[in-house]
């Protein structure tokens, strides 16, 4: 069957009820996880819309398969598929230490400009988790991913770059950088924090979420993050006038979003004491980088945390976690972040029917202890294999 194409118009998608979806395997465990990924979506997609809707697969050739297959590991053909189709789900690629080539997912995020990281941290009942009340866990970090401390600018101590910027910033700045300093620069620039904020309360909005809480440490640095947050404040009393109510100004009510902000360091607090209390959280990259692994602990480690990079009518989904070589091919990796990443996925193109049952397979799987290895060891129960976990997710649907 041929595939149908997603467009992106007027600032909506429009999805066929045959859409291709481009889809990359991966390295080490990734084409386990990638299969299991899809046969529980098609499962879903076919018990959900009982034939009127199915995915077509197309995959794409990336890492270590495309190094070998056609001699680069990010082939342009794969990332002008991407664009040309612009719903997509991968799995993790490796990236070689100390030489090779650079991260493929970093230059995917670049390349596409997928300027927000989303990364939800829900609690599946039996997960085992450090906290009390994990049920009351239930967030999604917005995280910038596109600058911040991450842009790569830096200088390394004892280097004549280094050297320079350093006398540029004491002699003509007033600044007293010691000389055995490395400097790095930490650039936020308002239009990329007011599309991410943006893209968090659309989110917030389209997904029936209470609170957003814009997250930043703008008590010490005020330029930056202080500014992010500022900016953050801008663009939703300018754009969302009758969906947000700002946090001292009355409670959130029906159809409104309540709007705050927390300092960093609080909210890792906040997220541990009263995470019932906080819906979307929307941050600077590096803030969004530490809180989501904090999140991602909360509900049950690496194996059950799914992402999306976003941009503008573009997306692509991944488990959060790496390509786990060590178990590549024993057939016992936990593969329910590839399936939590098609279940945004599937919602992000406005399948929520299909997603809602992946949801619901997930919970009640877990809950009768068919679990994966991961899991298993908290849980004191024989582990399934990949494959056997998939099929008993699959019957659960
Ligand atoms: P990793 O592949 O995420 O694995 C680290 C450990 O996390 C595993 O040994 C395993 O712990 C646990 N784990 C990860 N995925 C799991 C799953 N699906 N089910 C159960 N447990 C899981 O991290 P890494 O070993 O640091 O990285 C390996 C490679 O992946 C590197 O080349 C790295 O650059 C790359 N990477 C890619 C992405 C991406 O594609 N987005 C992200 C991160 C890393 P236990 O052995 O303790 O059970």
Request: hydrophobic share 40%; aromatic share 8%; net charge neutral.
């Amino acid at each position: 069957m041929k595939g149908g194409k997603i467009r992106f118009v007027n600032g909506k998608l429009v999805v066929p009820d045959n859409p291709t979806v481009p889809f990359i395997e991966g390295d080490g465990t990734g084409p386990e996880i990638m299969r299991s990924v899809r046969s529980v979506v098609d499962a879903a997609v076919e018990k959900a819309y009982s034939g009127r809707r199915r995915i077509i697969w197309k995959e794409l050739l990336a890492g270590e398969k495309a190094l070998k297959e056609v001699g680069e590991p990010l082939p342009k053909e794969t990332v002008d598929a991407i664009r040309e189709y612009r719903v997509a789900i991968k799995g993790p690629l490796t990236t070689p230490v100390g030489g090779g080539y650079r991260s493929l997912n970093v230059a995917l995020r670049q390349l596409l400009d997928l300027y927000a990281n989303v990364r939800p941290a829900k609690y599946y009942p039996g997960v085992p988790s450090p906290l009390r009340y994990p049920e009351k866990v239930n967030m999604v970090v917005f995280r910038e991913n596109t600058e911040d401390v991450y842009a790569g600018i830096e200088w390394k101590m004892g280097t004549q770059e280094c050297e320079k910027v350093r006398r540029f910033l004491n002699e003509e700045m007033g600044a007293n950088v010691p000389e055995d300093a490395g400097i790095g620069v930490k650039p936020i620039s308002k239009r990329r924090s007011q599309r991410l904020v943006r893209r968090a309360m659309e989110y917030a909005i389209e997904n029936g979420y209470k609170v957003l809480t814009l997250m930043h440490k703008g008590n010490i640095m005020k330029y930056t993050e202080g500014a992010f947050r500022d900016w953050g404040y801008e663009v939703l009393k300018e754009e969302f006038p009758d969906r947000v109510v700002f946090e001292g100004e009355g409670e959130e009510t029906e159809g409104k979003v309540l709007v705050n902000d927390r300092i960093a360091d609080n909210m890792f607090q906040q997220i541990l004491t009263r995470p019932d209390e906080y819906g979307v959280i929307a941050t600077t990259n590096l803030n969004g980088d530490y809180i989501s692994d904090a999140l991602a602990a909360l509900v049950g480690g690496l194996g059950m945390a799914p992402g999306a990079n976003v941009g503008d009518g573009i997306a692509l989904f991944e488990p959060v976690h790496g390509s786990a070589p060590k178990y590549a091919g024993k057939n016992v990796i936990n593969p329910t972040a590839g399936i939590l990443a098609a279940k945004l996925m599937l919602e992000y193109m406005g399948w929520k029917e299909a997603a809602d049952l992946i949801d619901g397979a997930v919970g009640r799987t877990i809950s009768q202890r068919k679990v994966t290895y991961d899991l298993a060891r908290h849980l004191g129960v024989a582990p399934l294999s990949t494959t056997d976990y998939t099929e008993a997710l699959i019957e659960n649907l």
